[in-house]
């Protein structure tokens, strides 16, 4: 934006047309150019042409015309000579782009001599800079004319003639801002990019069963004022500050809750790049739409505003339109805080105030974020568990004493079946006793400080359900999924189900755990979690071992002997086995 803005300043800097003019200086015609002046003339060309040869009136007028000319006598090679117009007419159409203009002489008398221009009336754009035809051949041919004649008649050839033009007093124009071109563009771009990434990363911590939620918007409001008065424009330097910083935060802000709002529908992070770009697009139409005064006119009814006024950039680019029409010249009152809850400058219709768009701002964010939590609880998870779609209608909800009661399945499961449980006494004598012990110091309250997880009738039962389609309906038996705690074992053995269980990832049917040291305990078992508890899945063996003989403080060089020594075995593992048997023992 600083570069167009300076490049535009440029073509004008030699000009008034953005000052104030109020007595402004004549400015004399320049004498017959010459030909190779013109855009994109051919050579060889000539600097005019003439007719009415056949007069010996005419050839003297020429010829002081030629001789005449000031700082620039035009050879006699540069003229070419005629009879008539149509003679003339036929050689410029024969010889396209030779000549910028004819003379056309007729003597009726002695004391009378008649004449007439003919030139191209095409402007013509060369490298950002116009030629004006009028001006740069019409005009100087015509005061070249008129001088040597009335000299000639007379009978004086230094007669003074000077042909000036002046333009009438004026203010300046409307200078050319890049901030209300392309401004709306750039500042939705930066939010935009900001909002698709955001998505994406959103949806990723989603796939890694992971949610946490980090704010840069502070950040980014802050440089792109900063930014913005660094490179002198005259939107940033005649605003107030804190309302530029709060249009930008607001509007960032917003489009963080509507990111959270649509991440919950999005399960894959490949495809939460497109809609997030998508979003961009659709923005970028708006701001065209906006351009033709749809909504925010008297013309439209509040229904459009208001739903218009919901998708955030429609309020981002009404605030810089607003902002820019206000900085539009230096006599421009400017946007303060002192008349914010009024029309804004130069807002003939005045349909929106900076108040109501900050109002608009403040409720969208709301909005979206409280819509973001409830899609959040309603959508099923990766894991496909979600909350009923009235959760927060009941109170126990909001105490905390049915933190666990979830369901499974898609929104739109209309009925599920409880799950039933089934009593197992364990075969192994192993298992029972060590039931048995945790049972009686559960009964006893006492724990053993030498065990971290201590787990006591731990299942998980995914709920059978109904699904009605358009066409079918189909019926699913409760699943027991987890009847044991196992942390060893072929695919389908439960490990990932009882992890999850205990890190609160997935609710559990039944059971209790207890966590000592890192834990947080209440009053209700069932919500004990420890608070550091974590799943990692991209460490193998070996530098889980790594890892944990670094926190205990081993010494780093039995650190890398045990983990050179656990490589040796993986891979003399890796030659023992083939490949399917590893895939069965994974």
């Given at each position: 934006?600083f570069?167009?803005?300076?490049t535009?300043?440029a073509?004008?800097?030699?000009?008034?047309?953005?000052?104030n003019?109020?007595?402004?200086?004549?400015?004399?015609?320049?004498?017959?150019p010459?030909?190779?002046?013109?855009?994109?003339i051919?050579?060889?060309c000539?600097?005019?042409?003439?007719?009415?040869n056949?007069?010996?009136?005419v050839?003297?007028?020429v010829?002081?015309?030629?001789g005449?000319?000031?700082g620039?006598?035009?050879?006699?090679?540069?003229?070419?000579?005629?009879?008539?117009?149509?003679?003339?007419?036929?050689?410029l159409?024969?010889?396209?782009?030779?000549?910028p203009?004819a003379?056309?002489?007729v003597?009726?008398?002695?004391i009378?001599?008649?004449?007439?221009?003919?030139?191209?009336?095409?402007?013509v754009?060369?490298?950002?800079?116009?030629e004006?035809?009028?001006f740069?051949?019409?005009?100087?041919?015509?005061?070249?004319?008129?001088?040597?004649?009335?000299?000639?008649?007379?009978?004086?050839p230094n007669?003074?003639?000077?042909?000036?033009l002046?333009?009438?007093?004026?203010?300046?124009a409307?200078?050319?801002?890049?901030i209300a071109?392309?401004?709306?563009t750039?500042?939705?771009?930066?939010?935009?990019?900001?909002?698709?990434f955001q998505?994406?990363?959103?949806?990723?911590?989603?796939?890694l069963?992971?949610?946490?939620?980090g704010?840069?918007?502070?950040?980014?409001?802050?440089?792109i004022?900063?930014f913005?008065?660094?490179?002198q424009?005259?939107?940033?330097?005649?605003?107030?500050?804190?309302?530029?910083?709060?249009?930008?935060f607001l509007?960032?802000?917003?489009?963080?809750?509507?990111?959270?709002?649509?991440?919950?529908?999005?399960?894959?992070?490949?495809?939460?790049?497109?809609?997030?770009?998508y979003?961009?697009?659709?923005?970028l139409?708006?701001?065209?739409?906006?351009?033709?005064?749809f909504?925010?006119?008297?013309?439209?009814?509040?229904?459009?505003?208001?739903i218009?006024?919901?998708f955030?950039?429609?309020?981002?680019?009404k605030a810089?339109?607003?902002?820019t029409n206000?900085?539009?010249?230096?006599?421009?009152p400017?946007?303060r805080?002192?008349?914010?809850?009024?029309?804004?400058?130069?807002?003939d219709?005045?349909v929106?105030?900076?108040?109501?768009?900050?109002v608009?701002?403040v409720?969208?964010?709301?909005?979206?974020?409280?819509?973001a939590?409830?899609?959040?609880?309603i959508?099923?998870?990766?894991?496909?568990?979600?909350?009923?779609?009235f959760?927060?209608?009941n109170p126990?909800?909001?105490?905390?004493?049915?933190?666990?009661k979830?369901?499974?399945?898609?929104?739109?499961?209309?009925f599920?079946?409880?799950?039933?449980?089934?009593h197992?006494?364990?075969?192994?004598?192993?298992?029972?006793?060590?039931?048995n012990?945790v049972k009686c110091?559960v009964?006893?309250?006492?724990i053993?400080p030498?065990?971290?997880v201590?787990?006591?009738?731990?299942?998980?039962v995914?709920?059978g359900?109904?699904?009605?389609?358009?066409?079918?309906?189909?019926r699913t038996?409760?699943?027991?999924?987890?009847?044991l705690?196992?942390?060893l074992?072929?695919?389908g053995?439960?490990?990932?189900?009882?992890?999850?269980?205990?890190?609160?990832l997935?609710?559990v049917?039944r059971?209790?755990e207890?966590?000592?040291?890192l834990?947080?305990?209440?009053?209700h078992?069932k919500n004990?979690r420890?608070?550091?508890?974590?799943?990692?899945?991209?460490l193998?063996g070996?530098?889980?071992l790594?890892?944990?003989?670094s926190?205990k403080?081993?010494?780093?060089?039995?650190?890398?002997?045990?983990?050179?020594?656990?490589?040796?075995?993986f891979?003399?593992?890796?030659a023992?086995?083939?490949?399917?048997?590893?895939?069965?023992y994974?």
């Amino acid at each position: 934006m600083f570069c167009i803005q300076r490049t535009i300043e440029a073509q004008f800097l030699q000009t008034t047309y953005y000052e104030n003019v109020l007595d402004p200086k004549p400015l004399v015609l320049p004498p017959v150019p010459p030909c190779e002046d013109k855009f994109f003339i051919k050579v060889p060309c000539y600097d005019f042409l003439y007719s009415g040869n056949s007069s010996s009136i005419v050839n003297q007028i020429v010829a002081r015309i030629m001789g005449n000319n000031p700082g620039h006598p035009i050879p006699r090679s540069k003229v070419l000579s005629f009879s008539t117009e149509a003679e003339v007419d036929e050689w410029l159409l024969t010889n396209p782009m030779r000549c910028p203009g004819a003379l056309h002489f007729v003597e009726k008398t002695s004391i009378i001599t008649s004449y007439g221009i003919q030139t191209n009336s095409t402007v013509v754009p060369k490298r950002g800079k116009y030629e004006d035809p009028t001006f740069e051949f019409q005009i100087p041919l015509q005061v070249a004319a008129e001088r040597e004649i009335a000299r000639f008649l007379i009978g004086d050839p230094n007669f003074d003639w000077r042909v000036g033009l002046k333009e009438f007093a004026r203010p300046p124009a409307d200078p050319f801002s890049a901030i209300a071109t392309i401004g709306p563009t750039c500042f939705f771009a930066i939010a935009m990019f900001d909002f698709a990434f955001q998505m994406s990363s959103l949806v990723m911590e989603k796939e890694l069963k992971l949610r946490h939620e980090g704010l840069l918007v502070v950040v980014s409001s802050v440089f792109i004022v900063l930014f913005g008065l660094m490179f002198q424009f005259d939107f940033f330097l005649h605003s107030s500050v804190s309302i530029l910083f709060l249009v930008f935060f607001l509007f960032q802000l917003n489009m963080t809750a509507f990111a959270f709002a649509l991440s919950a529908f999005i399960s894959q992070s490949s495809s939460s790049t497109n809609i997030g770009f998508y979003n961009f697009i659709v923005g970028l139409i708006t701001q065209v739409v906006m351009q033709f005064g749809f909504p925010y006119s008297e013309k439209f009814s509040r229904t459009y505003k208001v739903i218009w006024s919901l998708f955030p950039p429609n309020l981002l680019a009404k605030a810089l339109q607003m902002l820019t029409n206000a900085t539009t010249t230096h006599q421009d009152p400017r946007m303060r805080w002192k008349g914010w809850t009024r029309c804004a400058p130069n807002d003939d219709e005045c349909v929106l105030t900076m108040n109501d768009i900050f109002v608009w701002f403040v409720g969208t964010f709301f909005m979206w974020y409280a819509l973001a939590i409830y899609f959040d609880n309603i959508v099923p998870n990766p894991s496909g568990v979600r909350k009923s779609v009235f959760y927060f209608l009941n109170p126990r909800y909001w105490t905390g004493e049915s933190a666990n009661k979830v369901q499974k399945g898609g929104i739109c499961t209309c009925f599920s079946s409880s799950p039933q449980l089934e009593h197992m006494t364990p075969d192994d004598e192993d298992v029972l006793e060590e039931e048995n012990t945790v049972k009686c110091q559960v009964d006893e309250g006492l724990i053993d400080p030498n065990v971290a997880v201590e787990i006591l009738g731990l299942a998980k039962v995914y709920r059978g359900s109904t699904n009605i389609s358009c066409r079918k309906c189909k019926r699913t038996p409760p699943y027991h999924a987890l009847r044991l705690f196992c942390l060893l074992g072929p695919n389908g053995a439960s490990k990932t189900t009882a992890i999850n269980s205990l890190t609160g990832l997935t609710p559990v049917t039944r059971g209790d755990e207890f966590h000592q040291k890192l834990c947080r305990h209440d009053k209700h078992p069932k919500n004990n979690r420890c608070l550091s508890t974590g799943i990692v899945d991209v460490l193998t063996g070996g530098e889980h071992l790594c890892l944990f003989a670094s926190i205990k403080g081993l010494l780093s060089v039995t650190i890398a002997m045990a983990c050179s020594i656990c490589q040796y075995t993986f891979n003399q593992f890796i030659a023992f086995f083939d490949m399917d048997t590893l895939m069965h023992y994974n």
